[in-house]
């Protein structure tokens, strides 16, 4: 199997106090009807609301009124359902005899199947798979293992439902088997439980069944009682895992509080930061209760050190060396990702990348393609759309320690989080790093940018001019640059239209190419800014975001927003270039301020009125600018 | 999958876990958050977060104030509790009502129960939550209070004007959260999403939590209305003609105003029976609070509206 590395292996060292489950299957397979048993015969579901499933019947149900029927026990959600509001994934909790809680996440959704999906699985030990035996083994029976296995589920308990409404047939039962057992082992996932059952009559869910003579294996019930987390190898270094998530301060107190997430950790141990390389030794460990001699996974923790190092939120603490093996801090990373936002990956486009309390920004550089969830394929993509599972390259602004979805599903994790909407559109697991931030050392030269702004008597600066096409920016950036060149100064204009004919000529106009266009352009800016020059770039970077992207390139001071503010009326009427008319009559289907929306500036650092005078324009620029 | 013989997991090992979880989420609301706040009603589950956030910051101090709305018809005896619990333990405690319902006359009796609650409690909220400009509001809520609750996240997110958008909610993956905000987007984070009734009531016990007496079956002056047992609290209570309350046996599951929570026939006067009650006793938490059932409106149409 190629699209799924491997499986997280921590997740042997959670409590077996509480099991967390996900519940997949097809509509009408019958997973409300088995997961409402479970419920109700745990004594999990409260005496009114075993009532109302004995009165209520909802269209299809052959269940006797009076006779409760198990699939209403979960539902509750109807009424949103008709409201048009969407349920992602609903959790519900039951006690096992032996004491043991199983919180259930059940993913209803059609539309954000694998989304609702990779939420629910991604903190589940098991996966309670429903296959309904008047219909066989489908295309979603595949699709739900690929994505247990790629969220690292290693557990399956497939309960082959309805076999009553097929004469409790054991060579059926033996065949469906048979098909989950090999469709779960091209996944990988080989810890696999097939429990023949009928949920509507009660067979082998809780009890056992005398309709079912030839079965001898666990019920329901009994499967999960019985589980035991997988034995795992220990992660690279056998090292453990603090993410730091609040600094605790109190009197003479500074202490580090976060969760253990692997590996265990007393006073006395050596720790260093990772990325950093600070060291130091463990001096205090505080658990929930106080003072502890050890704490170990999923504990809260909170650590006070021997010396006085920095150590912020975000940072990670670890057992030294975190140089070698996986924390070795990289900036670039191949990563699984579950793209989950309306808004598809736009190639080049900086992200937040959250891991843990930890934020960087982030760019996927390459798409190596995306999952076909029915054929368990790799398919060529240019994008990620919404449900969409794909294998990226990307890079990090900084060097950051993760180790691999493998080791560790919280330390080999991370959500992208959209700059200016804050929505999450990705999950993320990391398969390895790519390039190790150590590997490159930015040179220093003795001639910096200082000495060559020195040499050219001036202060060197980017202009960066947004707004409609045909609003004047290419204008305003001739005269602009006649005049200072006049004055004596340095200078280049990066246009758009020019940049397209040379560096960016392979870019169109969607908005995944025009993110990367002005990536390429602000990174140009910044290497003119580099020699010296005062450049001005006249470009529609219609986007907000990726203009923000390209001022977080700068310090602040160095790069000015500049909106040319022409009414779109104007724009159209002058159409210099014959833009206008051209996508009026369909000819251009991306145009900005036709087909495409322009995004105006929120808090542009100047406005200049494109339709005023241009003399005002540029000696208002001049004055700006030195 | 191994086979083994089934052992005997403690219920404490299960509170461990939960309050691994809750201290997490606190941490982490602690640590991303501008200007956190706890949202503290004073009922049971309030005072599990209330002993949570001390653990999760000691030996510092917590580092979020605590707001209470007070609707000035809560139960005299969760008012004497709030007060000497702030001074216990030395919390910014901060109380907050909304003036203009009670210069409106606004109370139970006059403006119907759904109506009184969006005035005094959720207005109330949203007022106090401007004014101090709090990002982030931490509540007690669980899942298991209502079947519709079973699919809220633990970090909920609002727009401005406190606007549930059920579009606008973030997928929650692991145990990270997206504690980012865009301008004027808050969050409201609920800790104790995966905790029950019954794991609530244990872990006060475990911890020695302190809680209104209230809780606990009392001889106390009620009268019945629809079938409900109301607690006549004050002198304020309209009584019809040639009514009087007469003195039962009972205590209350859940606290809120007192002219709309009803009590129930109870003989658990500690802990331990509270405890044993609750096993045997089977209906829903909810079931004794009046304003839910009112209109029929669901809780989801009061959250969008901003309920907690
Ligand atoms: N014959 C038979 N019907 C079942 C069984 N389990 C569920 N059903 C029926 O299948 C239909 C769908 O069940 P439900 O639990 O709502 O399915 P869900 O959509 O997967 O939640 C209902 O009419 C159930 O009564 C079963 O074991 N045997």
């Known amino acids: 199997m190629t699209l799924v590395d491997a499986a997280p292996l921590r997740a042997g060292h959670r409590p077996v106090s509480v099991l967390r489950l996900i519940a997949c299957g097809s509509v009408d397979d019958g997973k409300s009807t088995l997961i409402g048993r479970l419920l109700a015969e745990t004594g999990s579901v409260p005496d009114d609301q075993l009532d109302y499933a004995r009165r209520t019947r909802r269209g299809g149900s052959t269940v006797p009124v009076g006779e409760v029927d198990y699939s209403l026990l979960t539902d509750g959600l109807e009424a949103e359902h008709e409201q048009g509001i969407t349920i992602d994934v609903a959790y519900r909790h039951l006690d096992l005899p032996s004491g043991r809680r199983v919180i259930i996440a059940d993913a209803p959704g059609h539309e954000q199947y694998t989304r609702n999906m990779a939420v629910a699985t991604s903190t589940a030990d098991v996966a309670l798979l429903l296959v309904d035996a008047t219909k066989g083994i489908r295309a979603q029976t595949r699709r739900h293992l690929a994505v247990c296995a790629l969220m690292g589920v290693r557990t399956v308990i497939a309960a082959v439902n309805k076999l009553d409404a097929r004469g409790y047939d054991h060579v059926l039962y033996e065949e469906l088997a048979g098909g989950v057992r090999s469709a779960a082992a091209r996944f990988d996932v080989e810890d696999v439980e097939v429990i023949p059952v009928s949920a509507l009559g009660g067979d082998n869910v809780i009890t056992g069944s005398a309709k079912m003579p030839w079965y001898h294996g666990p019920t329901v019930l009994g499967a999960l009682s019985a589980w035991r987390p997988p034995e795992h190898e220990p992660a690279d270094d056998g090292g453990f895992r603090l993410p730091v998530q609040y600094i605790v301060r109190a009197d003479d107190f500074r202490g580090f509080a976060g969760t253990v997430v692997g590996g265990s950790l007393r006073p006395g141990d050596p720790v260093v930061v990772a ?309 009026k009559a369909g000819k251009i289907p991306n145009m900005t301020g036709v087909g495409q929306g322009y995004e105006e500036p929120e808090q542009p650092d100047l406005v200049v009125n494109g339709a005023g005078s241009l003399e005002d324009t540029v000696a208002e620029l001049v004055s700006k600018l030195v | 999958m191994p086979v083994e013989a089934e052992e005997a997991i403690a219920p404490e090992a299960v509170l461990d876990v939960l309050e691994a979880e809750a201290i997490h989420v606190l941490r982490e609301v602690a640590g991303a958050f501008r200007r956190p706040v706890l949202l503290y009603s004073i009922g049971k589950d309030s005072s599990v977060l209330l002993h949570l956030a001390i653990k999760a910051f000691a030996p510092g101090p917590v580092p979020f104030p605590v707001l209470h709305i007070d609707t000035k018809w809560k139960f005299r005896e969760m008012i004497d509790f709030r007060d000497a619990t702030a001074r216990r333990l030395g919390i910014d405690l901060r109380v907050h009502t909304n003036e203009d319902g009670r210069a409106e006359g606004v109370t139970p009796f006059t403006h119907g129960s759904h109506e009184y609650t969006r005035i005094m409690k959720t207005v109330a909220l949203r007022q106090a939550l401007d004014a101090a400009g709090f990002d982030a509001a931490i509540g007690g809520a669980r899942r298991d209070e209502e079947r519709s609750r079973a699919k809220e996240r633990m970090f909920s997110l609002r727009e401005p004007g406190h606007r549930w958008e059920p579009r606008k909610q973030r997928p929650e993956f692991w145990r990270s959260a997206n504690t980012e905000l865009a301008e004027g987007q808050t969050m409201r984070v609920f800790p104790l999403s995966n905790w029950t009734e019954l794991d609530v009531w244990r872990y006060i016990k475990r911890e020695a939590i302190p809680v209104v007496p209230l809780y606990f079956a009392k001889p106390r002056p009620v009268v019945e209305r629809d079938g409900a047992l109301i607690m006549v609290d004050d002198d304020r209570y309209p009584l019809h003609e040639g009514e009087r309350p007469e003195e039962r046996l009972v205590r209350f599951r859940t606290l809120g105003c007192y002219p709309l929570t009803a009590a129930v026939e109870s003989k658990a006067e500690t802990l331990d029976e509270l405890i044993d009650e609750m096993r045997a006793d089977r209906r829903s938490e909810r079931a004794g609070r009046l304003i839910d059932g009112e209109g029929g409106k669901s809780m989801e149409s009061k959250k969008t509206e901003g309920y907690f």
């Open chain 1, 275 to 583: 990325g950093s390389g600070a060291a130091s030794t463990i001096a205090t460990v505080r658990g929930p209760d106080g003072p502890v001699d050890r704490a170990d996974p999923d504990m809260p923790a909170t650590v006070t050190l021997a010396d006085e190092i920095d150590v912020r939120r975000g940072d990670l603490l670890t057992t030294p060396p975190a140089t070698s093996g996986d924390l070795e801090p990289a900036t670039a990373f191949s990563a699984h990702l579950v793209w989950t936002a309306d808004e598809p990956l736009a190639h080049g486009r900086s992200y937040l990348l959250l891991a843990g309390p930890l934020t960087v920004p982030a760019v996927v550089t390459t798409i190596r393609g995306k999952l076909d969830v029915n054929s368990g394929e790799q398919l060529a993509a240019r994008t990620l759309g919404i449900n969409d599972i794909g294998t990226v390259e990307l890079t990090t602004n900084s060097p950051v320690s993760l180790d691999r979805y493998a080791t560790s599903r919280d330390t080999g994790s991370f959500l992208l989080v959209d700059r200016v909407s804050k929505d999450t559109v990705a999950a993320g697991m990391v398969r390895h790093p790519l390039r190790r931030g150590t590997n490159i050392v930015p040179h220093d030269y003795a001639v910096d940018r200082a000495a060559r702004s020195r040499l050219k008597g001036q202060r060197s600066r980017v202009l960066w001019l947004t707004g409609l096409p045909g609003a004047g920016k290419s204008t305003i950036a001739d005269a602009l640059e006649r005049r200072l060149h006049s004055m004596g100064l340095h200078t280049y204009v990066l246009d758009g239209d020019n940049v397209r004919s040379g560096l960016n000529k392979d870019l169109g106009f969607t908005p995944e190419d025009r993110a990367e266009n002005v990536r390429r352009v602000a990174e140009t800016a910044r290497l003119l800014l580099d020699a010296g020059l005062i450049v001005v770039v006249a470009l529609v970077s219609p986007f907000r975001s990726d203009r923000m992207v390209a001022k977080s390139l700068f310090d602040a001071g160095d790069f000015l927003e500049c909106w040319v503010d022409t009414p779109a009326e104007v724009c159209a009427e002058r159409d210099p270039k014959g833009l206008y008319a051209k996508a």
